[in-house]
């Protein structure tokens, strides 16, 4: 049972876009499962009396929940009450969701008002018409079926144990709930563009409303260094701001540029770094310079609260484990993070790829795109605007499904669809496995475990060739930059039931020895832009990580950040070629 006073994540969830007239719905909520998805035939949704209790925005299979029920669950029941004023009613009402594991369907004060599809994105729904002043009550459906081959569904278990690289089920509400009161004019959403030659960055704002004016300000450190009035016509407005002050957003510093946007008597505040990246041939640069990308694979896992870390700590506190081992960002795996951990990531510099949790969908079928690409897309438009995104990976090792090949146009088209929806970054069409003829960056998974089997891969990379070992063959990469964006799992303390890739060294010293024989071949190699180490932490049976599952470490760090921050032959060369 979970105490009704218990409320964990408090902190406003998108830093992004943020008003200060908000509502807090985590906390005890009534629950109740319904394994025969019967509960709508049988009205629950007009439900008074619930047995059960549990803490939200934790997932039914976590500690944290109070539920700590692992076996599957079609769907299961929420409910809670919350109270109005008149005041407060005299504004447009929204609740939003962070994030429901997989469909979800609303009731407010027993009137259905909305539904969502996809367990990764984020929702909101206007219940101005259905609340009232006083108590409220609202009623959350949600259905979990991640053996359906209808929904991407990640690293999430299709047995009933966690097992190999699956792992503990997500089901239900995972991210916060909260209610916003907005006035009849308001900012629907923001887009920044930045323009780093002209000193400058292109803002594109959704209105709602009749209003025609916006005021638009900019600070740097408190420092006002860039402001616009604009007349709207319609609903949307394009426009540019000169700054005062050019400050970059780079990789180990978070430049970040405070923005305050004033519709009438809604006021937005957000946030944007100056930071772009391109690509050239063969070359990865941001801001015009080559950097080389030292990631590790972070899957957001957590011991108590699975997909959900128990307080925002413990969200930076990944970032900060990663920096102290010498990594300067990570490749976010099989799982979209919540719109508060990039936060951190932008604040402190911390460079991201970001990819959807592609796992569970039948690829080989023509349905595959309507369970994904709407939530993809949703996915793409809430996280466009931060800085430490680099680049887009939608889809993940597509493996045939039951004996079904995946359609290669359905990666092509996920691929030409997210090119379009965002022409300032890069997209890796599938990491790993086959890629179709368009990607942006051709990334290889290499889990050979012998150091001298490892760089015979690549050394004929000065010919732009490769060995791939997911497809047994070289590979001719012509202008492609190249990135190695799974290797090591290199296993230690794995036990009875635990597991990494290859053999356990038989002693510290010997696993410090393979971590550097590994990656030395990368960093000495000019031809491969960056490479991503599997992975930070444990996950369950999962043996592999750098850390333990509780976030202890295993080895020295000293020594894996020496590791780490060995020159790469990568930014020398270009360096060099540059200046000649």
């Given at each position: 049972?979970?105490?009704?006073?218990?409320?964990?994540?408090?902190?406003?969830?998108?830093?992004?876009?943020?008003?200060?007239?908000?509502?807090?719905?985590?906390?005890?909520?009534?629950?109740?499962?319904?394994?025969?998805?019967?509960?709508?035939?049988?009205?629950?949704?007009?439900?008074?009396?619930?047995?059960?209790?549990?803490?939200?925005?934790?997932?039914?299979?976590?500690?944290?929940?109070?539920?700590?029920?692992?076996?599957?669950?079609?769907?299961?029941?929420?409910?809670?009450?919350?109270?109005?004023?008149?005041?407060?009613?005299?504004?447009?009402?929204?609740?939003?969701?962070?994030?429901?594991?997989?469909?979800?369907?609303?009731?407010?004060?027993?009137?259905?008002?909305?539904?969502?599809?996809?367990?990764?994105?984020?929702?909101?729904?206007?219940?101005?018409?259905?609340?009232?002043?006083?108590e409220n009550d609202i009623h959350i459906?949600?259905?979990?079926?991640?053996?359906?081959?209808?929904?991407?569904?990640?690293?999430?278990?299709?047995?009933?144990?966690?097992?190999?690289?699956?792992?503990?089920?997500?089901?239900?509400?995972?991210?916060?709930?909260?209610?916003?009161?907005?006035?009849?004019?308001?900012?629907?959403?923001?887009?920044?563009?930045?323009?780093?030659?002209?000193?400058?960055?292109?803002?594109?704002?959704?209105?709602?409303?009749?209003?025609?004016?916006?005021?638009?300000?900019?600070?740097?450190?408190?420092?006002?260094?860039?402001?616009?009035?604009?007349?709207?016509?319609?609903?949307?407005?394009?426009?540019?701001?000169?700054?005062?002050?050019?400050?970059?957003?780079?990789?180990?510093?978070?430049?970040?540029?405070?923005?305050?946007?004033?519709?009438?008597?809604?006021?937005?505040?957000?946030?944007?770094?100056?930071?772009?990246?391109?690509?050239?041939?063969?070359?990865?640069?941001?801001?015009?310079?080559?950097?080389?990308?030292?990631?590790?694979?972070?899957?957001?896992?957590?011991?108590?609260?699975?997909?959900?870390?128990?307080?925002?700590?413990?969200?930076?506190?990944?970032?900060?484990?990663?920096?102290?081992?010498?990594?300067?960002?990570?490749?976010?795996?099989?799982?979209?993070?919540?719109?508060?951990?990039?936060?951190?990531?932008?604040?402190?510099?911390?460079?991201?790829?970001?990819?959807?949790?592609?796992?569970?969908?039948?690829?080989?079928?023509?349905?595959?795109?309507?369970?994904?690409?709407?939530?993809?897309?949703?996915?793409?438009?809430?996280?466009?605007?931060?800085?430490?995104?680099?680049?887009?990976?939608?889809?993940?090792?597509?493996?045939?499904?039951?004996?079904?090949?995946?359609?290669p146009e359905l990666t092509r088209f996920?691929?030409?669809?997210?090119?379009?929806?965002?022409?300032?970054?890069?997209?890796?069409?599938?990491?790993?496995?086959?890629?179709?003829?368009?990607?942006?960056?051709?990334?290889?998974?290499?889990?050979?475990?012998?150091?001298?089997?490892?760089?015979?891969?690549?050394?004929?990379?000065?010919?732009?060739?490769?060995?791939?070992?997911?497809?047994?063959?070289?590979?001719?990469?012509?202008?492609?930059?190249?990135?190695?964006?799974?290797?090591?799992?290199?296993?230690?303390?794995?036990?009875?039931?635990?597991?990494?890739?290859?053999?356990?060294?038989?002693?510290?010293?010997?696993?410090?020895?393979?971590?550097?024989?590994?990656?030395?071949?990368?960093?000495?190699?000019?031809?491969?832009?960056?490479?991503?180490?599997?992975?930070?932490?444990?996950?369950?049976?999962?043996?592999?990580?750098?850390?333990?599952?509780?976030?202890?470490?295993?080895?020295?760090?000293?020594?894996?950040?020496?590791?780490?921050?060995?020159?790469?032959?990568?930014?020398?060369?270009?360096?060099?070629?540059?200046?000649?």
């Amino acid at each position: 049972m979970v105490a009704n006073n218990l409320m964990m994540r408090q902190e406003f969830p998108d830093p992004q876009f943020e008003r200060k007239n908000w509502m807090n719905l985590n906390g005890s909520w009534d629950f109740s499962f319904d394994f025969g998805k019967s509960g709508e035939t049988r009205r629950f949704f007009e439900r008074k009396s619930w047995k059960q209790k549990i803490n939200v925005p934790f997932c039914p299979e976590s500690e944290l929940s109070g539920v700590h029920y692992l076996d599957f669950m079609s769907s299961v029941w929420y409910h809670r009450c919350f109270s109005i004023n008149a005041d407060q009613l005299k504004e447009k009402v929204f609740i939003h969701f962070g994030a429901i594991n997989y469909r979800a369907q609303i009731w407010v004060n027993g009137e259905k008002c909305g539904d969502h599809l996809g367990g990764y994105s984020s929702f909101s729904l206007d219940i101005t018409t259905f609340v009232k002043a006083g108590e409220n009550d609202i009623h959350i459906w949600a259905i979990n079926e991640p053996r359906s081959g209808r929904q991407p569904c990640g690293k999430q278990s299709r047995t009933y144990a966690s097992e190999g690289t699956a792992y503990s089920r997500v089901t239900g509400i995972w991210q916060t709930v909260w209610i916003e009161f907005v006035p009849e004019d308001y900012v629907k959403s923001v887009k920044f563009t930045p323009n780093i030659s002209a000193q400058s960055v292109g803002i594109e704002v959704a209105t709602v409303g009749t209003c025609s004016h916006l005021d638009c300000e900019i600070f740097y450190q408190g420092r006002l260094c860039g402001e616009r009035v604009i007349d709207i016509s319609g609903t949307t407005a394009v426009f540019e701001v000169s700054l005062d002050e050019l400050h970059l957003w780079e990789v180990g510093h978070g430049r970040l540029y405070d923005v305050h946007l004033k519709l009438g008597q809604d006021e937005i505040y957000s946030y944007f770094g100056m930071r772009e990246v391109s690509l050239s041939g063969e070359r990865f640069l941001m801001n015009g310079r080559p950097i080389f990308q030292r990631l590790v694979l972070d899957q957001g896992y957590y011991p108590e609260g699975l997909y959900t870390a128990a307080t925002e700590q413990e969200l930076s506190r990944d970032i900060e484990l990663s920096l102290a081992c010498g990594f300067n960002g990570a490749r976010l795996h099989q799982k979209a993070f919540e719109p508060r951990f990039l936060y951190h990531c932008d604040r402190l510099g911390y460079i991201v790829w970001a990819e959807q949790a592609s796992w569970g969908l039948d690829y080989s079928s023509p349905a595959a795109l309507e369970h994904f690409l709407p939530e993809w897309l949703e996915i793409m438009n809430r996280d466009i605007n931060h800085p430490a995104i680099i680049g887009w990976c939608p889809l993940n090792e597509t493996s045939p499904y039951r004996g079904r090949s995946p359609r290669p146009e359905l990666t092509r088209f996920v691929y030409q669809i997210t090119k379009q929806f965002d022409v300032t970054r890069p997209c890796i069409d599938v990491s790993g496995f086959v890629h179709t003829e368009r990607t942006d960056v051709y990334d290889t998974h290499d889990y050979a475990a012998d150091p001298q089997t490892f760089a015979k891969h690549y050394q004929k990379l000065d010919q732009r060739v490769l060995y791939d070992p997911q497809i047994a063959r070289e590979i001719n990469v012509c202008d492609l930059p190249v990135f190695v964006s799974e290797y090591g799992g290199i296993p230690w303390n794995v036990g009875s039931q635990g597991w990494g890739y290859g053999n356990q060294p038989e002693s510290k010293e010997l696993f410090i020895k393979l971590f550097r024989d590994l990656m030395v071949p990368l960093l000495n190699n000019p031809g491969i832009i960056g490479f991503c180490y599997t992975q930070l932490y444990d996950i369950e049976q999962e043996k592999n990580g750098l850390f333990t599952f509780s976030r202890q470490p295993k080895f020295d760090l000293q020594l894996i950040r020496q590791v780490c921050n060995q020159h790469a032959a990568y930014e020398e060369s270009l360096e060099a070629n540059k200046d000649e």
